[in-house]
Each structure stands twice: as C-alpha cells, then as structure tokens.
C-alpha cells in the first residue's frame, strides 16, 4: 500500500474533511488538505534527505497525511484519537502490523501536550506538522477579527524547513510582518511547539535552529 492510495482513499479523505469541518467551527485555522499534504511531504523530505529507507520515507509521508484525523473525534486528545482511527483503517486495508505501528505511534505523539519522538518517523512527523505557519492557513482574512493564532498564522509571510549539506542542522525559517503579528505572540502560543521540534531533531541526529526574519532564536 502506497502513500498515493492513501492519498486516493475516499473514507480517510472523507474524515479529513469532517474533521477540518469541526475545526471551522471551533475557529481553529485550516487543517484540511493543504495542511495535511504539506505535512505529509515535509516529512517524507526530512527522512529522504538523512537517508532513510524508501518505504520508511514512504511511512512518514502516511502518517503525515493521516496525522488530524482524530479532530474529528475532538480536538482534546485529537493525537490519539487518530492513532486510533488510523490503526483501524490501516488494519482494514491489510497493512503489516509492524508499519502499523510505526504510522500509529507517530500519530500518536505528534501533539505537543503529550507528544514524544519516539522514532524517528514520529521526530519527522512532528517537525513538518509544527512548521506549518503561514498565512492561507488563516480562514477569516480580516485582521480586525483576528484572535492571536490568527495573528501569528497571518504574520508569517514566508515559512522554509531546510536541513543544512552537513546534515547536522534542520532550520525553520520563518519571513514575519510584524503589523499583524509580534515574535513575542509566535513565543506565547508556539513556545512548547518548538520545544518539541528540538527534541525531535535530536532523535534525528540533528540540531534545531529557529530564525525570525534573520535573527535566531533557538
């Protein structure tokens, strides 16, 4: 089974929907498609560009595009509550039970409240997932009704998650239009986010390096 007949798979392409549907009505930003595919190749990048296998690449970008499904459950707990849909889905689909586990446990500890990298598909997944800040994420484009994710998301012009020739270094790039959004507002809400990205790189051999309009961070 290939990430492609993921991608082609009309149910989880159905829950994806739904569970970006209950997002919009909670006010989050946009976590359909757009999210999900990003995601999905940022981490089939990160573990391409350190030499994983193929398949283990292929993996990460599966879990990636399957990671929000648990939204459609509830935010709370969304991480789990997904891993354990995807378990299901992928059972079904006649997956080997080893690549289960892998796709399961990176969903699984994707989220920053109580994720851990415990592989290094789960480091990917979460590097590519909390990288993904940039403006189009933001539904309500009207800055006077912005809330401060709105703000943050809306700020960020430019986002670029690059690991260096030497393959010791991953960096998140981010271009900020300080009208809409400060870097003490991307701190408050993203702070353990980028916690978490540390950890994952270190899994990953590599060092995480932040940078707000040329200035480093992290």
Known sequence: M???EIKNNKAINTYIQ???????ALGYT???????GLVA????????TLGYPERTVELAKIAGYMHDIGNLVNRVDHSQSGAVMAFRLL????FDPEEISVIVSAIGNHDEGTG?????????????????????RVRNQDPSGFDIHDRVNYSVTKSELKINEAHSLI????????RYGSVMDYFEIFMQRMVLCRKAAEKLGLQFKLMINEQQLI
């Open 171 to 178: 960096k998140l790039k981010l271009s900020v239009d300080t």
């Open 41 to 48: 190749e940022k981490a089939g990048y990160i573990l391409e």
């Open 2 to 4: 290939t990430y492609q």
């Open 18 to 24: 739904q569970a970006d549907a209950s997002l919009i």
């Open 91 to 94: 059972d079904n689909m006649g």
């Open 116 to 136: 851990v990298p415990v592989s290094p598909v789960a480091a990917a997944l979460i590097l590519a997932d909390k990288s993904d800040v940039r403006r189009n």
């Open 30 to 36: 946009e976590h359909s498609f757009a999210h999900v």
